[in-house]
């Protein structure tokens, strides 16, 4: 816990710099363009889910889910800009064959993005930060009780575009990594997976609204 809370520290002091950075380099040119931007889509969420139950042979696993998402991004200056992700999603959790039950996850992530061309009908950029993920809602299968999900800090990168076909309007592609380790038990406890890499690619299509 203690290196997640100086990772999360770290991320936003670096935040912090670059952001200033920037603000520092583009002064009078930050009101050139829209400051905010909405994006809508419907993304797939690909999870890893590797991890042994302890004292057993048993691998762990999970399933994929397709959700809508919604972010919001603040432009600090023409090219830098900050976004929040907010999605939703539902996952089994299997120990070999097993199914242990089923967990909703909500990970918000806050990424720092440099946008390449952002007057440019074709608009790419690349983004990097943090995300806290929560597991919540868990639902035991089956003969196991009391599934038990935690989560934490872990780090994000992303990649993408905007097409932009109109003053207001584009469509947004989007490939993300999340970083996601998870504590899972059962019964309570009498099957128990430490650090189960959920890892999660989540790939996105939909609408961006920039004002």
């Known amino acids: 816990m203690k290196s997640m809370l100086k990772l999360a520290l770290l991320t936003g002091v670096a935040l912090s710099g670059i952001s200033t950075a920037a603000f520092a380099q583009e002064g009078a040119g930050l009101l050139d363009k829209e400051r905010f931007m909405l994006r809508g889509r419907i993304i797939g969420v690909f999870g890893n889910g590797d991890g042994v139950v302890n004292g057993t042979a048993l691998g762990t696993d999970v399933d994929n889910y397709f959700v809508p ?24 959790v299997k120990a070999g064959t097993n199914t242990l039950g ?49 989560g934490g800090f872990g780090y994000a990168v992303q990649a993408g575009f905007d097409y932009w076909l109109s003053d207001n309007w584009g469509f947004n592609a989007d490939v993300k990594y999340i970083d996601i380790d998870a504590d899972v038990s059962v019964n309570p406890g009498s099957l128990h997976a430490y650090d189960v890499d959920i890892d999660p690619w989540v790939v996105g299509v939909g609408v961006s609204y920039r004002f």
Do not use: R
Not at 70 to 88: G, K, M, P, Q
Not at 107 to 134: E, K, R
């Open 69 to 92: 998402e919604l972010d919001i991004t603040y432009f600090l200056t023409n090219n830098v800009a900050l976004e929040l992700i907010a999605a939703t999603s539902e996952h089994t």
């Open 102 to 150: 089923d967990t909703w996850v909500l990970p918000p992530t806050l990424t720092l993005q440099y946008h390449f061309m952002p007057d440019a009908t074709f608009s790419p950029y690349v983004g990097a930060g943090i995300n806290y993920t929560v597991f919540y809602s868990e639902d035991d299968a089956g003969a196991f009780t009391d599934l038990k999900v935690d």
